[in-house]
């Protein structure tokens, strides 16, 4: 009984006679538009000026009716001939603007969904790159190792002197060349870790800024007294720390300590300063008086392998991994890498540090605040 049909009619639950005749008026409209769309430019035209005809004529009949005085048969052609004069210029030009504005519509649509199948390729072969590297590091490290352990026996001579001196010339070698390669392997690990989304700066502790400083000068200062450059630091307030990964944050300032180094000629200079700026960030600044870099060449250093081609004496080669990595590392922190140079002008690359990784170093006992 509950299920029988309302005697109002089939229009289903909800519906009124108004929303059905509402929903025959679009699906009428809908299917006018369509034979539009098939049609001719011309014949399109043709059909639009047709309906505004009819409708000027009955239009001029409804007053004529209400009048009581219906129109004369001068008047309705005249009527018909204003309204197809007025009405055929006015159309075309639609009718030409929609077409175009569909085509331009089609265009759009097949151009998004050709850039979201190169957007799904590009980051598949992204990560597919980087499981590549991650995995072939993870190889190549073991072996290497060894490589690294064997050698430093030999050159040391743990069991024995080494009668050929040569032989620990080439042990030496194979330990130094081991231990770069590991180092190399190490970084693109790394970076390779943070492009996937797995690097993580939760494990992150609070450490005086200038101790990280400090740390990464005594490690690039035997590089600056080969290369014959001095290393200034401008005084860091011991109370100046930092939320972060400490060793993430050395390896950066190494990075870009190193190439401060080896661009810049004998007799040269790099500053490091540190500055808290407004809101309470902090940007860590190392300049130096080397050979400088145009605009494309920064863009160049900060690619993953990319190498400056104008250096002069390039005696440095490099990986072109270290200023991407410490770009990465920065970002990780939710800080920035920025670099300021210019051809035969020095380099200035500024470490910021975001507000919620700066903080006050007060005596052990007392509470440290963020700024």
Known sequence: MGNAPSPKGQAGRGTTPDSVG?????HAL??????LGRASLPMA?????GAVVIAALALHLLIGWMLRAPPPPSTLVAAALVAALVATPIVAYAQNLIRS?????RTLKRMTERLAVALHEAEQAGHAKSRFLAD????????LNAIIGFSDIIREQRFGPVENVKYLDYARDINESGIHLLGIISDILDLSKIERGKGDAAQASEFAAVDAVEMAMRMIRSLAERQRV????VPIAPTLGLLAIERMVRQVLINILSNAVKFTPAGGIVRITAERLGGGALAIAVSDSGFGMTAEDIKVALTPFGQVANVPNRIHAGTGLGLPLAKAMMEMHGGNLSIQSALHQGTRVVLTFPPDRVLTLVPAGQSQLAF
């Open 22 to 26: 509402g929903d025959r008026d679009r």
């Open 30 to 35: 809908a299917g006018f538009d369509r034979l």
């Open 45 to 49: 035209t043709a059909l639009v000026v």
């Open 101 to 105: 504005l569909a085509a331009s519509r």
């Open 136 to 143: 072939m590091s993870h190889e190549l490290r073991t072996p």
């Open 230 to 233: 001095d290393i200034e630091l």
